[in-house]
């Protein structure tokens, strides 16, 4: 039986769960993020980027 191909997000590159983070760097590779692999604990207020959007 095969399983649909979900897409997969963040740095950790596994399928969503949980709570999830927008990237709102224009280019962003990833898009996504799961917020215990940002080290978010709540979701950020206003704009927020990853770190490879952020240091760019």
């Known amino acids: 039986e095969a399983e649909k191909e979900e897409p997969l997000y963040c740095f950790c590159q596994q399928v969503s769960y949980g709570e ?3 990237c709102d760097g224009e280019n962003c590779p990833y898009e996504w993020f799961h917020m215990e692999c940002v080290g978010l604990d709540a979701p950020p207020k206003g704009a ?4 490879a959007c952020s240091t760019e």
Do not use: T
Request: charged share 0%; hydrophobic share 55%.
């Open 20 to 22: 999830m983070v927008a």
């Open 48 to 51: 927020w980027y990853c770190q």
